[in-house]
Nanobody
Framework: QVQLVESGGGLVQTGGSLRLSCAAP????????MGWYRQAPGKQRDLVAS???????QYSDSVKGRFTISRDNAKNMAYLQMSSLQPEDAAVYYC?????????????WGQGTQVTVSS
């Protein structure tokens, strides 16, 4: 079982920024898709952003222009740079890996990191 480890969540004011990190215990060079999902209380877990091994990205409409996903295959890390955060961005953010598709999750998940945005 591969357990991804997220970090970087926390409390931020509206309009602020956070950078989430995802550490993989295995080499991600062979993993096609890395992604970030989020789940707010009472809601389903939704895709935020995903990135292919070659750097092709996909974003949900709600975060386009504000969030940037990246990956460092040499360090086995993925990142989510979040800017202009809004209260509706508050959620538990999960790192995901292993999918063959940008819009679907793979089988590897992290435990999640909480992002809280104060208004």
């Amino acid at each position: 079982q591969v357990q991804l480890v997220e970090s970087g969540g926390g409390l931020v004011q509206t309009g602020g920024s956070l950078r989430l990190s995802c550490a993989a215990p295995i080499s991600i060079s062979s993993i096609n898709i890395m992604g970030w999902y989020r789940q707010a209380p009472g809601k389903q877990r939704d895709l935020v952003a995903s990135i292919t091994r070659g750097g092709i990205t996909q974003y949900s409409d709600s975060v386009k222009g504000r969030f940037t996903i990246s990956r460092d295959n040499a360090k086995n890390m993925a990142y989510l740079q979040m800017s202009s955060l809004q209260p509706e961005d508050a959620a538990v953010y999960y790192c995901n890996a292993g999918s063959l598709y940008l819009h679907r999750p793979g089988k590897y998940w992290g435990q999640g990191t909480q992002v809280t945005v104060s208004s």
